[in-house]
């Protein structure tokens, strides 16, 4: 609806500027004061005078009886006053025509904001911990993180992707020593991640009856610290391994990163800000470690350095936001991760502040529920984890099952897309803060609310469209179906969708924005002929209202990192 509150608003502010001259207003805040009436009867949208009684210096009353004298368009079948109220009521077919031609003229750019001119934003996602698996509870901050990188590059903003790996901790201390003890060079090549998440597994066995072997990780993890070379070799051979395995995910995602520095790349930039919050006298001693109090925003205190001096968690992140913030001079640095974390962010964004960084505001933490299957919590330390490789791996083989069942023409690749499509859109259907349970067959079925659904009907636009050949380059309706003026109102509104999902950093708004134009499409592709409409210029807008759709159902597929096959 966004266009008709942008002809509404250019309408009003050039005839405001005639009528109540000196006064004058601008589109942009007519823009503003317009709504959308909860009642339909009274209206499409709405323009409350009293807003602008005190500008123009009348009443209400009066202001909406002479603009509604003197406003006319095409687009709108009435305008009137009624109250202090300017009342505007669309002409559906013209505004249907309008709504397919702008999108038909704008192509792929239809509802991108311009937001993010000149502006860049740092996004910190997926982050796996190195030499643990990448297990189903990355699949959050993966698909979430990268779908906000690509809403804010449609938006306009440059946008860096960084993969903030958790490559450094005392978990190399243990890795390092179970290595040592149990491991074999052959089988970890071999078995890659597999093997040392084996390792890290037995480790943590081996512990529990062997208290002594944490002293021993310790140890090794201060060696690691002061850069002895054997320890940093089979550190470096540890990342290597992991992001092997790592990238396969990514590549099926078609996520690249635009940086891998992980926590250890902080190492060196630490002291400085040590330094700093020193100096700004906020760092105090509890229980032997270096703390920030934060008792007066009722969080328990931040850690900076442990009793033994090494470093944390946090110390890292301050660090890390204080190098993005002078090597790319962001706007906003938003960083994914469950909600688990939530504390952790308030925390050192806090401590930011209390620094004196006065950009401490640009930070965003987007937290997201948690994910379990057949209602079983997932742990690193028991090895009971599902691998996000295996989780495609196993959606890809039954799309290839169904497809064999279907006897689809589609090959290997389209059964890769739609599999890691399924699982992606299952995903992003709910609010991110909410905690699901992954039912494969849900996320499969090609009958429900599901991305193979969405897919499939991306795919039929696309070959109506092959059919059509040059055929639906314009729509001009005098009249159409409830199929059509419904078809055009869902067009109609992906713009603000778009604005929205940015606001909110919720992909899901463009899920269930996918589900709304799938099921008008679906709902006009079988009440409403098309192809094989007989009067020429019927057929001729039903193409073009079809070719509408799938820009706007191809460019909302791709901002949530859902690949779409022109064939399934
Ligand atoms: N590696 C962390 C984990 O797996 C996530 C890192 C998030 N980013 C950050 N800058 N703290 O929990």
Same mark, same amino acid.
């Given at each position: 609806?966004?266009?008709?509150?942008?002809?509404?608003?250019?309408?009003?502010?050039?005839?405001?500027?005639?009528?109540?001259?000196?006064?004058?207003?601008?589109?942009?805040?007519?823009?503003?004061?317009?709504?959308?009436?909860?009642?339909?009867?009274?209206?499409?949208?709405?323009?409350?005078?009293?807003?602008?009684?005190?500008?123009?210096?009348?009443?209400?009353?009066?202001?909406?009886?002479?603009?509604?004298?003197?406003?006319?368009?095409?687009?709108?079948?009435?305008?009137?006053?009624?109250?202090?109220?300017?009342?505007?009521?669309?002409?559906?077919?013209?505004?249907?025509?309008?709504?397919?031609?702008?999108?038909?003229?704008?192509?792929?750019?239809?509802?991108?904001?311009?937001?993010?001119?000149?502006?860049?934003?740092?996004?910190?996602?997926?982050?796996?911990?190195?030499?643990?698996?990448?297990?189903?509870?990355?699949?959050?901050?993966?698909?979430?993180?990268?779908?906000?990188?690509?809403?804010?590059?449609?938006?306009?903003?440059?946008?860096?992707?960084?993969?903030?790996?958790?490559?450094?901790?005392?978990?190399?201390?243990?890795?390092?020593?179970?290595?040592?003890?149990?491991?074999?060079?052959?089988?970890?090549?071999?078995?890659?991640?597999?093997?040392?998440?084996?390792?890290?597994?037995?480790?943590?066995?081996?512990?529990?009856?062997?208290?002594?072997?944490?002293?021993?990780?310790?140890?090794?993890?201060?060696?690691?610290?002061?850069?002895?070379?054997?320890?940093?070799?089979?550190?470096?051979?540890?990342?290597?391994?992991?992001?092997?395995?790592?990238?396969?995910?990514?590549?099926?995602?078609?996520?690249?990163?635009?940086?891998?520095?992980?926590?250890?790349?902080?190492?060196?930039?630490?002291?400085?800000?040590?330094?700093?919050?020193?100096?700004?006298?906020?760092?105090?001693?509890?229980?032997?470690?270096?703390?920030?109090?934060?008792?007066?925003?009722?969080?328990?205190?931040?850690?900076?350095?442990?009793?033994?001096?090494?470093?944390?968690?946090?110390?890292?992140?301050?660090?890390?936001?204080?190098?993005?913030?002078?090597?790319?001079?962001?706007?906003?640095?938003?960083?994914?991760?469950?909600?688990?974390?939530?504390?952790?962010?308030?925390?050192?964004?806090?401590?930011?502040?209390?620094?004196?960084?006065?950009?401490?505001?640009?930070?965003?933490?987007?937290?997201?529920?948690?994910?379990?299957?057949?209602?079983?919590?997932?742990?690193?330390?028991?090895?009971?984890?599902?691998?996000?490789?295996?989780?495609?791996?196993?959606?890809?083989?039954?799309?290839?099952?169904?497809?064999?069942?279907?006897?689809?023409?589609?090959?290997?690749?389209?059964?890769?897309?739609?599999?890691?499509?399924?699982?992606?859109?299952?995903?992003?259907?709910?609010?991110?803060?909410?905690?699901?349970?992954?039912?494969?067959?849900?996320?499969?079925?090609?009958?429900?609310?599901?991305?193979?659904?969405?897919?499939?009907?991306?795919?039929?636009?696309?070959?109506?469209?092959?059919?059509?050949?040059?055929?639906?380059?314009?729509?001009? $309706?005098? !009249?159409?179906? &409830?199929?059509?003026? /419904?078809?055009? =109102?869902?067009?109609? *509104?992906?713009?603000? #969708? @778009?604005?929205?999902?940015?606001?909110?950093?919720?992909?899901?708004?463009?899920?269930?924005?996918?589900?709304?134009?799938?099921?008008?499409?679906?709902?006009?592709?079988?009440?409403?002929?098309? $192809?094989? !409409?007989?009067? &020429?210029?019927?057929? /001729?807008?039903? =193409?073009?209202?079809? *070719?509408?759709?799938? #820009? @706007?159902?191809?460019?909302?597929?791709?901002?949530?990192?859902?690949?779409?096959?022109?064939?399934?």
């Amino acid at each position: 609806m966004q266009i008709l509150k942008n002809t509404a608003a250019e309408l009003v502010s050039a005839a405001a500027s005639d009528l109540f001259a000196p006064a004058t207003l601008t589109a942009d805040e007519v823009r503003t004061m317009l709504e959308y009436p909860p009642d339909g009867s009274m209206g499409d949208l709405a323009l409350p005078c009293f807003k602008l009684s005190k500008s123009l210096r009348r009443s209400p009353m009066e202001i909406a009886s002479k603009l509604a004298e003197k406003l006319s368009h095409p687009a709108f079948a009435s305008i009137e006053a009624v109250g202090g109220y300017l009342n505007f009521k669309k002409d559906a077919a013209i505004f249907a025509s309008r709504v397919v031609n702008t999108v038909l003229e704008k192509g792929d750019a239809y509802g991108a904001p311009a937001l993010g001119e000149g502006k860049t934003v740092v996004l910190d996602y997926s982050s796996p911990n190195v030499a643990k698996p990448f297990h189903i509870g990355h699949l959050g901050t993966t698909v979430i993180g990268h779908s906000l990188k690509l809403l804010h590059e449609f938006a306009g903003y440059k946008c860096v992707g960084i993969n903030h790996l958790g490559d450094w901790g005392t978990q190399f201390g243990k890795l390092i020593v179970a290595y040592k003890k149990w491991g074999n060079r052959e089988e970890i090549e071999e078995k890659e991640i597999d093997a040392l998440v084996a390792l890290y597994v037995r480790f943590h066995a081996e512990a529990e009856k062997d208290e002594s072997l944490n002293d021993e990780a310790r140890a090794m993890f201060a060696r690691l610290e002061q850069h002895d070379e054997e320890c940093m070799a089979l550190w470096r051979w540890f990342i290597e391994i992991s992001l092997r395995e790592y990238n396969k995910t990514y590549r099926m995602l078609g996520i690249t990163f635009d940086s891998y520095n992980g926590e250890s790349f902080y190492t060196d930039k630490m002291p400085a800000e040590i330094e700093k919050i020193r100096k700004a006298g906020i760092l105090e001693i509890d229980d032997g470690a270096s703390v920030v109090n934060l008792e007066k925003w009722n969080m328990p205190p931040c850690l900076i350095l442990k009793r033994d001096g090494s470093t944390l968690y946090p110390t890292r992140d301050i660090a890390a936001a204080v190098y993005r913030k002078n090597t790319y001079d962001f706007e906003k640095c938003i960083y994914v991760t469950s909600a688990g974390q939530c504390l952790h962010f308030a925390q050192w964004f806090k401590v930011l502040e209390m620094m004196g960084y006065d950009w401490y505001d640009g930070l965003v933490h987007v937290p997201y529920g948690t994910v379990s299957i057949g209602g079983e919590k997932l742990a690193t330390r028991t090895g009971n984890v599902i691998l996000l490789k295996d989780l495609f791996r196993q959606a890809i083989d039954k799309v290839k099952g169904i497809m064999k069942e279907k006897n689809t023409a589609a090959g290997d690749d389209v059964a890769e897309k739609v599999g890691v499509g399924a699982i992606i859109f299952y995903y992003l259907s709910n609010n991110r803060m909410r905690d699901i349970n992954f039912v494969m067959e849900d996320a499969l079925s090609f009958d429900g609310n599901t991305g193979p659904y969405a897919q499939y009907t991306y795919a039929r636009t696309c070959s109506l469209l092959e059919k059509a050949g040059d055929a639906g380059k314009s729509a001009s $309706l005098l !009249a159409m179906t &409830a199929e059509e003026a /419904e078809l055009s =109102l869902v067009l109609s *509104r992906f713009p603000e #969708t @778009v604005t929205n999902a940015i606001a909110e950093y919720e992909p899901s708004i463009i899920t269930r924005y996918i589900l709304d134009l799938c099921a008008a499409f679906n709902r006009f592709y079988h009440e409403c002929q098309i $192809l094989s !409409a007989e009067d &020429a210029s019927v057929r /001729e807008n039903r =193409l073009a209202f079809t *070719r509408a759709v799938k #820009t @706007v159902l191809g460019r909302a597929l791709s901002l949530i990192c859902m690949p779409t096959p022109e064939k399934i």
